[in-house]
């Protein structure tokens, strides 16, 4: 592998970084809501039911990685070095130079930066998230083509 490979991510995939942590909310709302008004797409009349308790949320930065598999959307949070890792690649950067800028300015010893890029790399294979980089923006082009927009 030269200092200049690369590696796509699957057009699916969708990298978050936000400032509030959003995933324990929407996992509490999952957790009052039955399955059948989490996946219909149906219109229907609304339901009263009892009071949703939903988690206080305070600011605090939070990365997510949004990803599909078999018609679900799942989420798994990420710490920021994988973030900036994933997001890097993502646009085409070299996967060295993906690396370093992870871990530019971070306070992570040498030992442990392998330990959880060899992480990264693991969880990402495993969850099918990378792609030849070609493949990666043939299929972006062929999506946005088939979405219509409204205005």
């Known amino acids: 592998m030269g200092s200049d490979s690369t590696l796509g991510l699957q057009p699916h995939l969708q990298l978050l970084d936000l400032q509030y942590r959003v995933d324990e909310v929407v996992l509490a709302v999952r957790k009052v809501t039955p399955e059948i008004d989490i996946v219909s797409s149906a219109a229907s009349e609304p339901r009263q039911g009892p009071q949703m308790s939903l988690p206080k949320v305070s600011r605090s930065s939070t990365y997510l990685a949004v990803h ?30 993906a690396i370093e ?41 062929r999506a946005s083509e088939s979405y219509t927009h409204y205005y």
């Open 101 to 141: 800028r992870a871990f530019e300015g971070s306070k992570v010893t040498p030992d442990l930066q392998a330990a959880k890029i060899q992480t990264y790399f693991s969880h990402a294979a495993e969850l099918g998230w990378f792609c030849l980089p070609a493949a990666a923006s043939e299929q972006s082009a």
């Open 68 to 97: 599909r598999f078999e018609d679900s959307v799942y989420y798994r949070r990420i710490d920021c070095e994988e973030f900036l890792l994933l997001a890097d690649l993502r646009d085409g950067d070299p996967i060295a130079t």
